[in-house]
């Protein structure tokens, strides 16, 4: 099951990684438009350990060099209904591109997304202590980066035995520690806060977890309950928004 499973997975997000370049170049796009599947939660199935997770990118990046290198292929097929391997024509088979610049676009368009609250979940069922865990998904993010299989990251935080979206720097997912390995490793993506089930407050308290500039409109205190105009509509200014839209305004 294991093995078949994985082969249409890395199937389908190969064909989608060249469906994706096809698409950068017809844009003429600057960076690579890449397609990112993400870690879930231990409970749901397959891809949620960071093993998984590496081996299901990896083996999909192999197939995108198949696809784009080999005229044919070997493809499962109904043949009076049974399924069978048969070799087929590639649509795929681009003779403009060799093996070399194949593995680079197979890597730059098929990355993963991690989260770190998915990865937390596993703390449930993990044989040590709290500082422990901390050293294991450390060293997992390390060997993911070191193949450069993380592209994007969701950064959300529960307490470790559910995905439950608090407020991040309220549960107990390592949020610091690893963005400052990501940091370290040249990691250049997104990091998006994912607030989910708290909404406005997870992400404008995860914005203040990590110091960036977040005020209200009439005090520099408190971020939450702030009103424009009297309109009754919570409004936030944020980052490279936040000096401009602040200047002027009174402390009291």
Known sequence: IEQDGLQRTN??????????????????????????????????????????????????????????????????????????????????????????????????????????????????????????????????????NKEKIIGHVHLSDNFGFEDEHVTPGEGTAPIGPFTKKMQESGFEGKMVIEPAHQDVQAWTGGMKFFGSPIYRTQTWTDIEGSYLAGSGSPTYMVGGYATDAAAGIPEE
């Open 11 to 144: 199937d389908g997000i190969a064909r989608a990684a060249i469906y994706a370049w096809k698409k950068e170049r017809a844009k003429g796009l600057d960076k690579p438009l890449f397609v990112a599947p993400e870690n879930i939660w231990p409970d749901t199935g397959y891809g949620a350990h960071p093993k998984e997770l590496k081996k299901i990118v990896q083996q999909s990046r192999q197939r995108m060099v198949t696809r784009l290198t080999q005229p044919q292929f070997e493809e499962r097929v109904t043949e009076n209904g049974k399924d069978v391997m048969k070799k087929v024509k590639n649509p795929d088979f681009d003779p403009t591109v060799n093996q070399k610049q194949a593995q680079r676009l197979a890597e730059d368009h098929i990355k993963a997304t991690f989260d770190v609250g998915h990865a937390n979940v596993w703390r449930k069922y993990f044989k040590g202590s709290d500082q422990d865990f901390k050293k294991w998904m450390g060293k997992q993010v390390d060997k993911l």
